[in-house]
C-alpha cells in the first residue's frame, strides 16, 4: 500500500505538480483509479497499523456500528480525521459523507488548522470542537462529524500520512449500507445548507 502512494506521489512530482495545492487534487483525482487502492489492501498495511487513534490524523478502519439497524445507512470503513475523545470512543471527521468534491472544500478548510505546512510526519490538525465550529466551512463539515464506539471497530486503525491526504480524500473505499453514496452525499449537502 505505501508503495502505491510513493509511486502516485512521485509521479505527481516529476509531472512538476506541487502537493497540497488545487492541481495536486485534480491530478490525484484523475490518477487515483490506476492506484487500485482498496480496503483490504489498505488494512493489511502493517506499517500503517495502529491500535487507537489521535487527535488531528487521518485513518480508515472497518467499523459495525451498534445501533445500525436505528440508522437511515452507515459506513463501515470510515475515513476520518479524530477530533476528541469520548466515552468508550471518539468523535471523528468522516469525510465519505462528503462527494469528492466537497472533500476538496473540507480539506482547504481543515488546513487553515494544521499545526504546519510540511505535510510530513510531525504534520497534523489542531482539532478541537471550538477550531472546529470557527471554520467557514463547518456547516459542510458538520453532517461528517460522527461519533464511533471502540467496542465496534473491527480491525486496526490505518493512518493516512499528512503528505498523502490528498490522495486519501479520494480513495474510493467507502461502504455504505442502507443508501447508495450518491444518497448519503446529497443528504448531507442538504444539511450543510
Not at 16 to 32: C, D, E, L, Q, Y
Not at 47 to 54: G, I, S
Not at 153 to 174: H, T, Y
Amino acid at each position: 500500500m505505501a508503495a502505491n502512494f510513493d509511486i502516485l506521489l512521485n509521479r505527481m512530482l516529476r509531472a512538476g505538480v506541487t502537493p497540497n495545492t488545487t492541481a495536486a487534487r485534480n491530478w490525484f483525482r484523475n490518477k487515483i483509479r490506476d492506484a487500485r487502492v482498496s480496503r483490504q489492501s489498505l488494512l493489511s498495511d502493517g506499517d500503517r497499523r495502529r491500535a487507537r487513534p489521535t487527535i488531528g490524523r487521518m485513518y480508515c478502519y472497518a467499523y459495525d456500528p451498534k445501533y445500525g439497524e436505528k440508522l437511515p445507512y452507515y459506513d463501515e470503513f470510515p475515513l476520518i480525521f479524530m477530533v476528541k475523545p469520548e466515552p468508550g470512543g471518539f468523535l471523528g471527521i468522516n469525510l465519505h459523507y462528503v462527494s469528492p468534491r466537497n472533500r476538496i472544500i473540507i480539506m482547504d478548510s481543515l488546513s487553515k488548522i494544521a499545526n504546519n505546512n510540511k505535510y510530513d510526519d510531525s504534520t497534523k490538525l489542531q482539532l478541537t470542537w471550538k477550531a472546529l465550529t470557527n471554520l467557514s466551512k463547518f456547516n459542510m463539515i458538520k453532517p461528517c462529524v460522527k461519533k464511533y464506539l471502540y467496542s465496534q471497530v473491527r480491525s486496526k486503525f490505518v493512518m493516512i500520512d499528512a503528505n498523502e491526504w490528498d490522495l486519501g480524500i479520494f480513495l474510493p473505499v467507502q461502504k455504505f449500507k442502507k443508501a447508495s453514496a450518491s444518497k448519503v452525499w446529497s443528504d448531507s449537502a442538504q444539511m450543510g445548507r
